[in-house]
């Protein structure tokens, strides 16, 4: 049985180096070709014009405003309750839970918070489309409770202020509501 030569601590350094080199090329090829070439795509063509949308949104600065303002309006009543501001596509980007605020009280608030923006409504409004379309309490994610409010720019939905935890919907749109005024302050 033949013994390997032993190397050099330099040479072992280099050889890895070398390695460690060509394996870091390599994947940067493959990145760098994953991200250049499609089969649908050809190099250099984007999508223009008609076939852009934009969107506006609450930065994470207001949407933090907001759900202050809201959580605030609501312990100057003496309401423990949870606050939820989500974006147009009701994707959750604040949530306060006050001290003292019931357990069920944040999952509510993102729901009504959901509601709200998904029909570009109050919640307490929502409400009483059920006796129409009593099916609508069934989508996911929904609540048709009072406590919720859509958050506009142009008449547009941009957000939803959802807030749980108040002894009736009432008080918690009111709460709501004063997150949404915050904004144009």
């Given at each position: ?121 109050p919640t307490s409004e929502l409400v009483k489309r059920l006796q129409n379309a009593p099916t609508l309490k069934d989508i996911p994610g929904t609540l048709f409770l009072g406590g919720g409010a859509p958050v506009q720019a142009g008449g547009a939905p941009i957000a939803g202020i959802g ?23």
């Amino acid at each position: 049985m033949k013994h390997a030569r032993k190397t050099s601590k330099r040479t072992r350094i280099v050889i890895g180096g070398t390695v460690a080199g060509a394996v870091a090329l390599g994947t940067f090829a493959v990145v760098t070709a994953n991200a250049g070439s499609s089969a649908t795509t050809a190099p250099g063509v984007e999508a223009a014009g008609k076939n852009l949308a934009r969107s506006t949104h609450l930065t994470i600065e207001a949407a933090t405003k907001a759900a202050q303002a809201t959580l605030d309006a609501a312990e100057k009543e003496n309401q423990r309750v949870s606050v939820a501001v989500v974006d147009r596509n009701g994707n959750t980007v604040v949530t306060l839970r006050g001290d003292g605020a019931g357990p069920q009280s944040y999952e509510s608030a993102v729901k009504k918070a959901y509601t709200a923006v998904s029909w570009n409504a109050p919640t307490s409004e929502l409400v009483k489309r059920l006796q129409n379309a009593p099916t609508l309490k069934d989508i996911p994610g929904t609540l048709f409770l009072g406590g919720g409010a859509p958050v506009q720019a142009g008449g547009a939905p941009i957000a939803g202020i959802g807030v749980a935890g108040a002894p009736s919907g009432d008080l918690d749109e009111k709460f709501a509501r004063a997150g949404v005024a915050a904004l144009g302050r």
